[in-house]
């Protein structure tokens, strides 16, 4: 590769490392009025900031305080409150599909996930992560924002269907914050974390533990066997992160081991069977101001992922197999903010990333040891774009941004554009059309083996392409808020896992194109301390070569929340789910509940929580339409809970 890129970027950062630096305060959530709490400001939607109701695309943002009213512990469990996505798990990973977008095999490669508006999609096989498999503990998260729609204008591949941005919290006050809860079955969670002063800075520590043995599992297609603590979960989590004037830097690491009891060739049951994730991301970031008009960010990167699977498989005899993947990488980011008028805001920058190591492995270990596949990558990908903000009246602001790319010896251009119009001081109508790529990851590219249930290479495989348009609208008085948006996406070359009985073997392939459009709406209310939200969304298939996630998706998605405040000291939260057919998955019905009671000075919180109330037995879409077609869902689970807060 060309050299004058790394080099471009080089001076971006000795530009800025050279300028004086800036600071940026957040308010907390309790430090806002009852109406901002109902358009708070996003920084995933573009690169240049804005708040939710000027946003070029429709965005949902679920806070704190949300958060914690629901006893919300795992990424995957918030996003199940953002309209258009609907979330599945098959008991070790959690996906998300996106506005009809579901495919099986598919590693939520598709959105792209952001911590502080910076990806941490690993480099193997391109995942979102959104379980507990997540790097970060949601103690240390302030809001999640959800960016319908393309976002490869502003950040490059993976961003097809939607960007998930988490924003972690602004530092407090000094002290210790945590928590406990126990739930039925011997499952504990704790969470701690640290905020103090140090060398001129602010220094935040956290660190979480989890262990659960899980749920009995009984699968009607693997027999009537009942399989006994397979589905045990350990966790464990640490984040460190020190910031002054211009400059933070961030550490979070991650390692979880989930047993695996069912799944297509896995001896049901077996003890043996396991995923473990682990992940290590550290960045340093620097804000300078360059004159009056014109700021600079510089940032480094880099991150590692690993990943074993343990499979126990009946040949016979059986026969422990293991995956491993190995994905280490580093990049450098700059970015220019130029503003010339009041009106006018213009975002220039770059990314470079080197694909250190994207090694996969194959191998049976025990009980003879025979190698399957070893490969080894290594790349770079790079890109440029600009994204440019302008208000030609006090009305309207034009949202137009483009991305060029390149990985994997091609080149990708993202174009967006977006209008709003603020038609009334109530009111606000958006209008975007953009268009988003996906290379094929190293997984699909490269992984392999021999043999009945291994993977077969396509040397046809190619990139996926998606072009989408989106109109929506906002209204706001007061402590109310309604949005609703009409879209319309066209996919084509979205890839598959396909199984051929014939030769019992997977292959990724190109399935050709896939339409859908929908409606989704949402209201939020706020009266005192109560505090309400509703979710809708309705989907249709336009066209659909061979696409099997077409039928996956739920046609119609309700969701509800609401808190009421009962005295001074408790709240009540509750939180609904309704679902349409998903494939063989019926339709269903989902309540969860949670009770919380706090002391007079505010400092420690006591709360009892229920997850699905009435205990219905209810599935998710299974990751083999054939071999394994349905996957149950979590059963009813008491907990309790005890958290304390720093007093302000």
């Not at 060398?199 to 599992?217: F, K, P």
């Not at 038609?423 to 094929?440: D, I, K, Y």
């Amino acid at each position: 590769m060309s050299c004058r890129f790394p080099r471009a970027v080089l001076s971006l950062l000795c530009l800025v490392l050279a300028a004086p630096a800036i600071a940026s305060p957040d308010a907390t959530l309790a430090e806002l009025p009852l109406e901002a709490l109902l358009d708070l400001p996003v920084s995933g939607a573009s690169r240049l900031g804005t708040r939710r109701s000027d946003s070029p695309a429709s965005v949902t943002v679920i806070d704190r305080q949300q958060i914690e009213a629901l006893g919300l512990r795992r990424l995957s469990d918030v996003l199940r409150l953002v309209r258009g996505i609907d979330i599945s798990s098959d008991g070790s990973y959690s996906y998300a599909a996106v506005r009809g977008m579901s495919s099986a095999g598919d590693y939520n490669t598709r959105v792209l996930l952001l911590i502080d508006g910076n990806r941490v999609n690993d480099n193997v096989f391109d995942q979102a992560m959104l379980g507990t498999e997540f790097v970060l503990d949601l103690s240390q998260v302030e809001r999640v924002e959800f960016i319908a729609g393309p976002g490869s204008a502003v950040y490059g591949a993976n961003a097809l269907f939607g960007v998930i941005n988490v924003v972690t919290r602004a530092s407090g006050a000094s002290g210790v914050r945590g928590g406990l809860r126990l739930s039925h079955g011997a499952a504990v969670d704790t969470w701690v974390s640290l905020d103090t002063a140090l060398a001129g800075g602010h220094l935040a520590l956290g660190a979480s533990l989890q262990h659960d043995r899980g749920e009995a599992v009984q699968e009607a297609w693997f027999g009537t066997g009942q399989a006994e603590g397979t589905a045990r979960l350990a966790r464990q989590s640490w984040s460190a992160r020190w910031e002054t004037t211009g400059w933070r830097m961030n550490l979070m690491s991650s390692r979880r081991s989930q047993g695996t009891p069912a799944g297509p060739d896995i001896v049901f049951g077996d003890t043996r069977a396991r995923f473990v994730d682990s992940t290590l991301l550290v960045d340093v970031e620097r804000r300078l101001v360059l004159d009056e008009r014109l700021d600079g960010l510089v940032r480094a990167f880099a991150g590692r992922y690993r990943f074993l699977g343990d499979y126990p498989i009946d040949y016979p005899p059986v026969t422990l197999n293991r995956d491993y993947a190995d994905g280490d990488w580093w990049g450098l980011e700059g970015r220019l903010l130029w503003s010339p008028t009041a009106s006018h805001r213009v975002v220039v920058g770059a990314e470079l990333q080197r694909q250190q190591r994207q090694r996969q492995y194959n191998a049976d270990v025990q009980p003879a040891p025979l190698l399957y596949l070893d490969d080894l990558q290594r790349g770079w990908r790079w890109g440029v774009y600009v994204d440019d903000q302008w208000s030609p009246a006090d009305d309207w602001t034009l949202h137009a941004g483009v991305r060029l790319d390149r990985e994997l010896g091609r080149a990708h251009t993202s174009p967006r554009l977006a209008l709003v119009w603020r038609a009334a001081p109530e009111w606000t109508w958006r209008w975007q059309h953009g268009r988003a790529f996906r290379e094929p990851n190293a997984y699909e590219r490269r992984y392999h083996g021999d043999g009945p249930g291994s993977w077969q290479l396509n040397p046809a495989l190619h990139g996926e392409q998606v072009r989408a348009d989106e109109i929506g609208i906002d209204w706001s008085r007061g402590a109310w808020r309604a949005a609703a948006a009409a879209y319309r996406n066209q996919a084509d070359g979205l890839t598959v896992l396909h199984y051929d009985p014939a030769t019992e073997r997977y292959q990724v392939r190109n399935l050709g194109a896939l339409g859908t459009q929908g409606i989704e709406a949402e209201v939020e209310a706020l009266s005192g301390a109560d505090r309400y939200r509703l979710q809708l969304g309705l989907n249709r298939t336009l066209r659909s070569t061979q696409w099997p996630g077409a039928l996956t998706y739920p046609q119609r998605l309700l969701g509800a929340q609401a808190q009421w405040q009962l005295g001074e000291r408790s709240l009540l939260a509750v939180d609904a789910l309704a679902r349409s057919r998903r494939g063989d998955a019926a339709g269903h019905l989902l309540l969860h509940a949670r009770l919380s009671l706090r002391s007079e000075d505010r400092q420690w919180q006591l709360a009892l929580g229920v997850r699905n109330l009435a205990n219905r037995r209810w599935y998710d879409p299974g990751p083999d339409a054939v071999r394994q077609p349905l996957v149950r869902g979590e059963a009813r689970q008491f907990w309790l809970e005890w958290s304390w807060e720093p007093s302000r």
